[in-house]
T-cell receptor
Framework: ETGVTQSPTHLIKTRGQQVTLRCSSQ?????VSWYQQALGQGPQFIFQ???????GRGNFPPRFSGLQFPNYSSELNVNALELDDSALYLC????????????FGPGTRLTVL | GENVEQHPSTLSVQEGDSAVIKCTYS??????FPWYKQELGKRPQLIID?????GEKKDQRIAVTLNKTAKHFSLHITETQPEDSAVYFCAASIGTDKLIFGTGTRLQVFP
């Protein structure tokens, strides 16, 4: 059984650019949730994907979008980057939604200059 | 709105003492309450969780209690050890598609 992996580990972008972050879910898990964790804060729910469909969204603007692929891996895309988007982006996979044990990946540290 | 409040923000205890962290949630329909431990620079790790049909759950030195009427739940760590030092987050499910986290408690256990 493989754990949740994310790539890249670190990323530096400038304001206005676009970024794509990737997540591979744990073997057998069909649900992926994405979170933004600012320094010293708790993870903030961005959205969840279940069987390739967005299945719930937090209070994030439309420039945060995502995809889930048939193998249940997922991407988080952020357009028109702002300085406040600098954070640790975590994905978590589970068997059936957020009310099931979620296993987190190591995160991608995004810095926007 | 959807909210989880967590207290205290920092907690310092002597090795061997107990530590208690408390959370309050806003959505009476929340039915899943996990606790995560996050060490510096690492991913959150689930340490214990509880569902709304259970009032208390224990796993060795860690226990969680849930009071649905008051909409609060607590994490209890007994016989604390220096390796328990980390940031602890509570969370509550909102419907079937969101998990809202508290703001975290930094626990320091002094030898």
């Amino acid at each position: 059984e493989t754990g949740v992996t994310q790539s890249p580990t670190h990323l530096i972008k400038t304001r206005g650019q676009q970024v794509t972050l990737r997540c591979s879910s744990q073997s057998g898990h069909n649900t992926v949730s994405w979170y933004q964790q600012a320094l010293g804060q708790g993870p903030q729910f961005i959205f969840q994907y279940y069987r390739e469909e967005e299945n719930g969204r937090g209070n994030f603007p439309p420039r945060f979008s995502g995809l889930q692929f048939p193998n249940y891996s997922s991407e988080l895309n952020v357009n028109a980057l702002e300085l406040d988007d600098s954070a640790l982006y975590l994905c978590a996979s589970s068997l059936k939604g957020v009310a099931d044990t979620q296993y987190f990946g190591p995160g991608t540290r995004l810095t926007v200059l | 709105g959807e909210n989880v409040e967590q207290h205290p923000s920092t907690l310092s205890v002597q090795e061997g003492d107990s530590a208690v962290i408390k959370c309050t949630y806003s959505d009476s329909a929340s039915n899943y309450f996990p606790w995560y431990k996050q060490e510096l620079g690492k991913r959150p790790q689930l340490i214990i969780d509880i569902r709304s049909n259970v009032g208390e759950k224990k796993d060795q030195r860690i226990a969680v209690t849930l009071n649905k009427t008051a909409k609060h739940f607590s994490l209890h760590i007994t016989e604390t050890q220096p390796e328990d030092s980390a940031v602890y987050f509570c969370a509550a499910s909102i419907g079937t598609d969101k998990l809202i986290f508290g703001t975290g408690t930094r626990l320091q256990v002094f030898p």
